[in-house]
T-cell receptor, first 116, second 110 residues
Framework: DAGVTQSPTHLIKTRGQQVTLRCSPK?????VSWYQQALGQGPQFIFQ???????QRGNFPDRFSGHQFPNYSSELNVNALLLGDSALYLC???????????????FGPGTRLTVL | GQQVMQIPQYQHVQEGEDFTTYCNSS?????IQWYKQRPGGHPVFLIQ?????EVKKQKRLTFQFGEAKKNSSLHITATQTTDVGTYFC??????????FGPGTRLSVLP
């Protein structure tokens, strides 16, 4: 039973570039949430996808966008990268459009993005 | 907007000592989750609390949800070196997304 997988593991970009991060949810899960975790901080909610639609969004600018595919996998796109976008980007999967089930959210290993 | 705070920020204990971290929300929560993140790892779900005054135990870990559903605590009895990591609470206000606290970083000296 595969857990949450994310790719790539690490990424280095320069300011102004665009980046796409990918996530495959845990087998049987249909909901994907994306988080940004700066060094030494707690994860900050970016948005959640369920049934191929963005269901909830955190306090992030429109430079952050996403997509969910019919197989439940998801992408996070960030345009016009800023130095402050350097962080660990975590994907979490859950069931039926909610993160609040008794099994919580299953997090992937994350993608470490460095913006130079 | 909703804010979630945790204290202490750091805790250093001797192996065998107890440890407690506290989580406080600026708003009433529908439920709260606790996660553990090992150094270099990703958050791993520990438990979810839903009911006012709820207490749940997992071996040496005891979780409490306050009567007003605005605070929670995690207590570890007789810490071990395997308990090292950062403990996060994440609170949700009805229908909203989960908001994570800044975490409490636990180090255990052997």
């Amino acid at each position: 039973d595969a857990g949450v997988t994310q790719s790539p593991t690490h990424l280095i970009k320069t300011r102004g570039q665009q980046v796409t991060l990918r996530c495959s949810p845990k087998s049987g899960h249909d909901t994907v949430s994306w988080y940004q975790q700066a060094l030494g901080q707690g994860p900050q909610f970016i948005f959640q996808y369920y049934e191929e639609e963005e269901r909830q969004r955190g306090n992030f600018p429109d430079r952050f966008s996403g997509h969910q595919f019919p197989n439940y996998s998801s992408e996070l796109n960030v345009n016009a990268l800023l130095l402050g976008d350097s962080a660990l980007y975590l994907c979490a999967s859950s069931l039926r459009g909610t993160s609040g089930g008794p099994s919580g959210q299953f997090f992937g290993p994350g993608t470490r993005l460095t913006v130079l | 907007g909703q804010q979630v705070m945790q204290i202490p920020q750091y805790q250093h204990v001797q192996e065998g000592e107890d440890f407690t971290t506290y989580c406080n929300s600026s708003t009433t929560l529908s439920n709260i989750q606790w996660y553990k993140q090992r150094p270099g790892g990703h958050p791993v779900f520990l438990i979810q609390l839903v009911k006012s005054g709820e207490v749940k135990k997992q071996k040496r870990l005891t979780f409490q949800f306050g009567e007003a559903k605005k605070n929670s605590s995690l207590h570890i009895t007789a810490t071990q070196t395997t308990d090292v990591g950062t403990y996060f609470c994440a609170g949700r206000n009805y229908g909203q997304n989960f908001v994570f606290g800044p975490g409490t970083r636990l180090s255990v000296l052997p």
